[in-house]
């Protein structure tokens, strides 16, 4: 069994999956996208990822031509015609086939695709060492120009911090509001550990409020330390005991350099291996069956 990917309802070969050149997903980034992990058979927090979608989609005003529970349904099925059983689902929606003018109205259709793959962010040995960063000078969109929170085609600004990582030889770069607070990095949240607290800046600073950030704030608490949704500047990750990274794509991954800085010992720390191990310990039993005991034997 080849690579899946679904285009607007059909279930086509990965090398066979195309959109036109006149979708203004592609002219002008306009849609939405969501990025989801299965781990061994289950699609972890699923619904959660679907509230984002159809959330960021009714930020910009795209109404999604399918019911939740039919996209559910439509992610399931293409993950089962892969045969994966750890993946990475890519569902995006875009305003669909307009004319070379970005005004929405031209789009009858949008455009429903649906990547299943697999997906490494970080090189393995990056994770034992602990992750190496630098503050981008690109600073984050302010929230009113384009929420940060909606999980759309634009993410020119997480891809110029990027390259700025790049530049500077490192793993990730982490980004500021245009106030200088600390927001998060290219595509992933941020954590910082301090005298038994866990920080994490609030949505409102203009974040992605990640479905990893949720499920680690969810671990910290029951691990009995504070969990704060704190506002805070470099100062205070410069300082820290302990910072680390969470993404559907990253997990959690510790931080141990930032800005040519070493955050403390400079090694992971052991809330961010505690908070690791209870995430991997999480992600093996919980999620969304991928196969039933019916889809199963239809499989046969
Ligand atoms: N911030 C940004 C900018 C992202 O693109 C992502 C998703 N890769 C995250 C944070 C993490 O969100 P999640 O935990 O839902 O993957």
Redesign the pocket.
Known sequence: MGLVTYVNGAFVPKDEAKISVYDHGYLYGDGVFE?IRAYDGRIFRLDA?LD?LYESAQYVMLEIPLTKKAFAEAILETVRRTGLKDAYIRPVVSRGVGDLGLDPRKCSTPTVVIIVDTIQLYPKEAYARGLRTVTATTRKIRPDALA?QA?TLN?LN?ILARLEANRAGVDEALMLSSEGYVC??????IFLVRRNEVWTPPPHLG?????????VMELVRSLGIQMLEQVFTLHDVYTADECFL?????EVGAVVEVDSRRIAEGIPGEVTQRLLRAFRELVAVQGTPIYTPATAERGR
């Open positions: 990025g990822h984002r940060p999980k993410y997480n998060e990095c290219s595509a992933d949240n974040i992605l409020k990640g479905i990893t950030r949720d499920t969470t993404g559907t794509g990253a």
